[in-house]
């Protein structure tokens, strides 16, 4: 949530990022509202003072017999009902503003380019080569199905479609890398693993940002204030909701593998086969929560961590600087990793590193007090997925297939595989 302070102060500016992202506000609703807040305050300040005064003349009536004592409770009543009226109108248009900010997307980052969509997308680096077969590749659910490692018929049986069934030495390479991942990130990139629930209240997706807006795409218990979490960015960002934090303990570095959850409401008709957009898939998230002068470091330094994955499975790699019209909702810069998918031809997204500045902060309270004793200010978060298991486990039996159906294990997984080395039927 952005700073109304701003907001208003900068509206013109703002107007034109509400451009460059493609978002339609009209922003007088926001002035008007208020200016309707600022004027209950300024009548219900008012309508305080001359009670009080009203009530200090009662408090002399017996001594001033022209004081008409009845008059004057009658009028302070009068007055007292006239401000609970107004304090009730004061909650409904601060729930109203409250509403209408929360919808509003984030600024931008001066470095983040404006665009239109993912062709605006330039990009910031490429690592790895993509490899040069013999033979015409095939799309991960074919090489998959062939060497019975995952079942899609069995994920639609048990549930519906974008669900799928990983089975013998798939389950085990998804959990291999799972482990390959956060043992890179807590033991060389210095994060602290946690295991978060894996359903939490409402509070918790209004303080990362999915809530309200992205409801639609998420997954609610029908009898509990509880949903299926999306990303583990949003248990790991609000661990320090509502507290004050000591500068000397920033940054906070946080991982996490679980299960993520989406309905992919806008996806209709996109990566309908095999393990691209599933409804469920796992994933293992960075989290960091530090100082706004050091946070766009640290967002060079998440990417890097990210991308470090990718390298020590020699896979070939591109960052992109998402622009304005491809952003996230809650971020003020993005780089996506993309990974090369042989049988696609073309790079897709494997992993989101994002700065949301103190967007997220301002929305669950998560603050922290300078070293210097000055005032107290608000965190600045940035999230990064540290990588997309599934998308990784596609990348992996795409850009290591042979010729005969088979699949090299990566060198870096084989001592998480127990030494295997390849996947086949032989």
Known sequence: MLDIKYILANKD????????????FDLSKLVTLDERRRKIIGETEDLKAKRNEGS?????????????VEALKAEIKGMGDKIKALDSELSEVETELHTYLMTLPNK???????????????VVRKWGEPKKFSFTPLPHWDLAEALGIMDFEKGVMLAQSRFTVLKGLGARMERALVNFMLDLHTRKHGYLEVEPPFMVRSA????????????????????????????AEVPLTNLNRESILEEKDLPLYYTAYTPCFRREAGSAGRDVRGLMRQHQFDKVEMVKICTPETSYDELEKLTNNAGEVLELLELPYRVVNLCSGDIGFGSCKTYDLEV???????????????NCEDFQARRMGLRYRPADGGKIRFAHTLNGSGIAVGRTLIAIIENYQNEDGSITIPKALVPYMDGLERISNK
């Open 13 to 24: 500016e703002y107007a034109e990022i509400l451009k460059n992202r493609k978002h339609d």
């Open 204 to 231: 918790i997706l209004e303080g990362t940002g999915q809530l309200p807006k992205f409801a639609e795409d998420l997954y609610k218990l029908q009898n509990d204030d509880l949903w299926l979490i999306p990303t």
């Open 56 to 68: 200090k003349k009662i408090g002399m009536g017996k001594n001033h017999p022209e004081i008409d």
């Open 340 to 354: 090369w998918l042989p049988s696609q031809d073309k790079y897709r997204e494997i992993s989101s590193c994002s």
């Open 108 to 122: 931008l980052s001066t470095t983040t380019p404006i665009g239109n969509d993912e062709n605006d997308n330039p």
